[in-house]
């Protein structure tokens, strides 16, 4: 009866060791199924987008070799902008290029799709995964610089030049945006804190935005300030900030577009890094 014991309790091990193997090689080569894929390319105005190129690869799994493999394909839109890749037993796919000339594809696109153990797409034709581009209109001359600049975070203001690439405490014109950050004097580790941030527009506005393409400053719609603030109380809370804007300065003389990050831990200071991209011809142009 002892060595009965120890029989079923071998033959237990190694059926727990072969499951454990098994779920272990399903979980880094997922199973493959048959793949439908819908998209659609547009372009910054919502038009559909036709002879786009899309290369991607199908991408299949080797349970037996723990192993994937890669099958190169090219497709291309129609007149409405669709594609649909079919006919293939994967597990994903990897979209490497999708490309015309005259247009540029949005940096915010997902790439990468799955559909085998943990899918992250699911097909539907009425509802294509939908990729924008930016028709281009032709570059112009702009005044684009990234800088850093370390600010007292005590609301005080902070003037930043952004055609000569200049920053000063206090409200210093001439210039094109006033920065003001503000949070506790002193923080404690690990403790989260209210803060807040203000960029003011000198003799113009500014937008806040999240578009996919930062290559056209709007006509209209422009506030003279953008506030931001952070409750130490808000679920989501981040001591730090990244955001996009339009902007026009100088009497509507300079469009401009932003992007900027906002440290507000550093050194006992805050920090204000922006990325932009000026017009100084009065045009909305702002295309690199």
């Known amino acids: 009866m002892k060595n009965y014991r120890y029989a079923v309790k071998a033959l237990v091990a190694a059926w727990v060791c072969l499951l454990s193997i098994s779920t272990m090689a399903q979980l880094r080569t997922p ?3 048959p793949i439908t894929f819908y998209g659609k ?3 910054q105005s919502g038009q ?21 493999e890669t099958q190169p394909v090219t497709l291309e839109t129609d007149q409405k902008g669709n594609f649909t890749l079919n006919g293939y037993t994967a597990y994903g796919i990897n979209i490497v290029s999708i490309e015309k000339d005259g247009y ?3 940096k915010k ?3 990468s799709y799955n559909f ?3 899918p992250t797409y699911t097909p539907d034709r009425n509802n294509p995964v939908v990729f924008r581009m ?3 209109a032709g570059k112009e001359p702009l005044v684009g610089a990234s800088k850093t600049y370390k600010i007292t975070p005590d609301g005080r203001p902070f003037t930043i030049d952004l055609l000569k690439h200049e920053g000063k405490p206090g409200i210093s014109p001439p210039g094109d945006i006033i920065v003001r950050i503000n949070r506790p ?12 941030y203000s960029i003011e527009a000198i003799d113009g506005g500014i937008i806040h935005t999240n578009t996919d393409f930062l290559y056209q400053a709007p006509e209209t719609g422009y506030e003279p300030k953008y506030e931001f603030s952070a409750p130490a109380t808000n679920a989501r809370w981040a001591g730090w900030a990244k955001e996009q804007f339009y902007i026009k300065s100088r009497g509507g003389q300079v469009y401009g577009s932003l992007e900027v990050e906002i440290d507000t831990d550093y050194d006992d200071h805050a920090v204000f890094k922006v990325d932009c991209a000026l017009n100084p011809a009065g045009s909305r142009n702002l295309e690199r």
């Open 134 to 136: 930016w028709k281009k």
């Open 185 to 196: 004097e002193k923080l404690a580790p690990g403790k989260k804190f209210d803060w807040s």
């Open 31 to 33: 199973e493959n199924v």
């Open 104 to 106: 540029e594809l949005s």
């Open 109 to 111: 696109v997902i790439l």
């Open 116 to 118: 085998g153990l943990v």
């Open 48 to 68: 559909p987008v036709d002879g786009v190129k899309i290369s991607l690869l199908v991408v299949t799994s080797h349970l037996e070799k723990y192993d994937t």
């Open 41 to 43: 390319v547009v372009d």
